[in-house]
């Protein structure tokens, strides 16, 4: 089961691919080295400080997010790369996913109702090459993380995944 799997950067061609490469070496080298940051306003509009309905660890998820480190960034984009030239899981596969994705770099005011970290149409486009038995069910208003959504998203995500456990799980 796959809750808004990360399967490609949610940024533009140039990024995704140009940089790629550029990263792949300086991350090969420079691991540690911070080439980015992670963005703040998805865990903001999550956090009660901020107005958001969760009240977690900061010390976790710190407000101002975390910096991203070539090595880090470089294994991760290679994952992406094997998952693009597809998996052939052998097991039934759900992934879930809201219906939208919302702009990653700013505050917007449908940060409640959409992906606002990865665009949900990578995650689509790449779900036909995870094998051969997957199931994707968009999720409406549906946020990154989809156990994190309003009551209504995250009600229809955990009916979701329970009505396709019971389908595709065999019983004792």
């Not at 550029?22 to 901020?50: M, N």
């Not at 505050?107 to 036909?128: I, K």
Request: charged content about 25%; overall charge negative.
């Amino acid at each position: 089961m796959l809750n808004s799997p990360w399967f490609d950067l949610n940024r533009d061609w140039w990024q995704r691919v140009v940089l790629t490469r550029v990263l792949d070496v300086v991350g090969g080298v420079a691991p540690h080295l911070v080439v980015g940051r992670i963005g703040v306003h998805y865990g903001q509009s999550l956090h009660v400080d901020s107005g958001g309905p969760w009240d977690y660890d900061l010390t976790w998820k710190p407000h101002e997010g975390f910096g991203v480190r070539a090595g880090w960034i470089r294994t991760i984009r290679r994952g992406h790369a094997r998952v693009a030239r597809g998996l052939d899981i052998d097991c039934p596969v759900l992934l879930c996913c809201s219906t939208r994705s919302g702009p990653h770099d700013r505050w917007h005011p449908d940060l409640a109702t959409t992906d606002s970290v990865l665009d949900v149409r990578h995650m689509v486009a790449r779900a036909t090459g995870l094998g051969d038995d997957v199931t994707v069910v968009p999720i409406p208003d549906g946020v990154h993380d989809l156990a994190l959504s309003g009551p209504v998203a995250r009600q229809r995500f955990f009916d979701e995944m329970l009505a396709w456990t019971d389908e595709h799980l065999p019983r004792p």
